[in-house]
């Protein structure tokens, strides 16, 4: 039997984080992953994400995964891919499926950092081909270049119902609607918008009756429920589609440490089954850690970082470093950890619903409901200012741990302060030189350049472009509101791309002076 | 748990809903129906259950059912999810073909 003094299950972000910093310490250590590529979910993730620059935030996903992997194999991490990890014994034997056969390991320290999956909902046709999960479709559009479907009903409104459902606009597809039984969206709000800007419409308070089809999905019928979450008669809605995708949340795959006899507990906030552990990921049985989604639904920022605080609780479990270093190792962290948990969807706020921001503005129902916010809502954020000359609008209504375009101004003009959570504020007196980088910055896509005088009656808006192909300068189509309703004649004035905006385009239209608060988003004619 | 366990407890007659024909274990084609029926018929435990039914014993080992199987035993029984204990784990984890199964190194790599 082969010996290692740490074993990793799952090479995602959480358990590549792990090996790197047991690498560091000199380790002997090795990942399986079940997967023929490393990575996880990160290299699914095309979109920037938020948080700070330690954090990695306004970084792509996928660049993220790319990073890691390029760390870990720089500090020796073993990798084996297409090796599945079967079983997990006393004694902290492991068996693995490699190629044709099952191979046993042992560890001195195991961290077990398999993730989760997703779940399922129940209605009828709903094992009809054509319904799929969220992740599936990622999977198919950003690893495999597959469209999933042409025209797609959304069922969840979380952060990742709200990403893919970008996603799949991305992939030229038709979102026919993105579809949520609870009564407000779960995500961000800025994912929302951006969905929502396209001309995606929402319903809320809204599920699925049935999928429509003999041998594959034609159709779907919704309709709305009541606070408890029973049908309303008469609420029907019907769409045409041939994907359903859902996106209800995931569930950790904690098997192997239920085996393993880990104490476990069912937690509901945590997505299900998992082990009972501290926050150094250490679980009741002595050399075996967690990290990551199996030890509760968090996202890959956080996940990376608890990898990183198991992979140094087990060096120092093996003894490769005294419980000093340790603790001053993990301290910087913890602290990271506990900036991303931090603001109104931070993991004790969990299924409440918040009524005003940290600044005690009031959050806009719209955004909760319909995805947007309402032009008579959009005054009362700090980010918004009416100015003279171009000058950056902040569309950022609510408290998310994320401030990266603070630091993306170079002239000052956007202020977030110390509190990483607060609403961006547009800085009187700051002169903005119109460069765009705060737009390409912002993960949510919730920043603007407004100029209200630039031209002969007519006003500019520079907004944040994730679409191909490109339009061309000259080009005319329709401005949409927030809400994707056309509501001006547009014109393209200017498409800029650039290094530095790492692949967000920055379209600059034309439209009438009275539109440069409202007109949000540009569809060629 | 030992609320659970009290077969003696009343938890109501088996009444048919129009969903009894939906399937929820896709892999053994196990219906809500079914599962239902056999809670009222004393299987209350997820266990059980799997052994009666197979819900869950097919290719994808309870992945996708687990959870849906779970609520529905939990409403029969009028307790919530977390207090059944889920369904044991064991080797091996994911589908494995006989012959690769049986084709045991010890030595490793």
């Known amino acids: 039997m082969k010996r290692y003094d740490l074993i990793i299950v799952g090479a995602g972000p959480s358990g590549l984080s792990a090996a790197v910093e047991a690498a560091k310490r000199g380790i002997q250590v090795v990942v399986f992953d079940e997967n023929e590529k490393p990575g996880g979910q990160l290299f699914k993730q095309i979109h920037k994400f938020f948080g700070s620059k330690e954090h990695k935030a306004k970084i792509r996903g996928f660049r993220i995964g790319e990073d890691l992997l390029k760390e870990a194999s720089e500090c020796g991490v073993e990798v084996v891919l297409n090796a599945t990890v079967i079983g997990l014994y006393l004694e902290k034997e492991v068996t693995v499926r490699i190629g044709d056969a099952v191979e046993h390991y042992k560890g001195d320290a195991i961290i077990v950092a398999s993730g989760a999956s997703e779940n399922m909902v129940t209605f009828d046709g709903w094992t009809l081909p054509g319904v799929i999960g969220a992740g599936a479709a990622q999977t198919m559009m950003n690893l495999h270049g597959v469209k999933p479907g042409r025209k797609i009903l959304m069922l969840g409104s979380g952060n990742v119902g709200l990403v893919v459902s970008f996603q799949l606009l991305q992939c030229g597809c038709d979102v026919v609607a993105l579809v949520d039984a609870a009564p407000h969206i779960g995500g961000y709000g800025v994912h929302a918008a951006k969905v929502a800007r396209t001309g995606v419409p929402f319903y809320l308070s809204h599920t699925i009756v049935k999928a429509e089809g003999e041998d594959r999905v034609t159709g779907v019928r919704i309709a709305e429920v009541d606070d408890k979450f029973q049908f309303i008669p008469g609420t029907e809605k019907h769409f045409e589609v041939d994907t359903i995708c859902l996106a209800v949340g995931l569930s950790p795959m904690s098997q192997l440490l239920k085996m393993a006899g880990c104490k476990m507990e069912d937690n509901p906030k945590k997505g299900g089954q998992v082990p009972i552990c501290d926050e150094m990921g250490r679980t009741s049985v002595e050399g075996v850690f967690v990290a990551g989604d199996v030890s509760g639904i968090e996202e890959a920022s956080s996940a990376m970082i608890e990898g990183r605080i198991a992979g140094i609780t087990a060096a120092e479990y093996l003894g490769y470093m005294d419980s000093i270093e340790s603790g001053q190792r993990v301290k910087g962290h913890e602290e990271a950890l506990e900036g991303l948990r931090q603001g109104m969807f931070a993991p004790k706020n969990r299924g409440k619903k918040i009524e005003t921001t940290d600044e005690g503005i009031q959050i806009s129902e719209n955004l909760l409901k319909r995805g947007y916010i309402a032009d008579d809502e959009i005054g009362r954020y700090p980010g918004i200012r009416q100015a003279a000359g171009v000058h950056p609008v902040m569309e950022c209504t609510q408290n998310i741990p994320c401030n990266p375009c603070q630091d993306a101004c170079p002239k000052g003009c956007i202020s977030i302060g110390e509190n990483i959570t607060s609403l961006p504020i547009a800085v009187e007196g700051a002169e903005c030189v119109g460069c765009g980088m705060c737009v390409a910055s912002c993960s949510g896509q919730a920043i603007f350049l407004v100029d209200e005088q630039a031209g002969d009656g007519y006003a500019s808006v520079t907004m944040p472009y994730e679409f191909l192909p490109l339009p061309e300068v000259g080009a005319r189509g329709k401005g949409l509101g927030r809400d994707g309703r056309p509501v001006c004649e547009a014109e393209v004035l200017k498409v800029q791309t650039a290094k530095a905006f790492d692949q967000t385009h920055l379209l600059t239209v034309k439209v009438p002076v009275y539109m440069a608060m409202k007109a949000r988003f540009f569809v060629a004619d | ?109």
Do not use: W
Not at chain 2, 21 to 49: F, N, P, Q, S, W
Not at chain 2, 75 to 80: D, P
């Open chain 2, 1 to 109: 748990m030992c609320k659970i366990n009290d077969r003696s407890r009343n938890i109501g007659q088996y009444i048919p809903a129009p969903d009894d024909d939906m399937i929820i274990c896709r892999c053994e084609e196990v219906t809500k129906g079914e599962i239902r029926r056999a809670v009222h018929a004393g299987l209350y435990t997820i266990t059980e259950i799997r052994r009666y039914l197979r819900a869950g014993m097919g290719l994808c080992q309870g992945q996708t059912c687990a959870k849906l199987v779970k609520g529905i035993v939990a409403k029969e029984l009028g307790v919530s999810p977390a207090e059944l204990e889920p369904a044991g784990s064991r080797a091996p984890m994911r589908p494995i073909e006989m012959e690769v199964f049986g084709n045991e190194r010890a030595q490793g790599r």
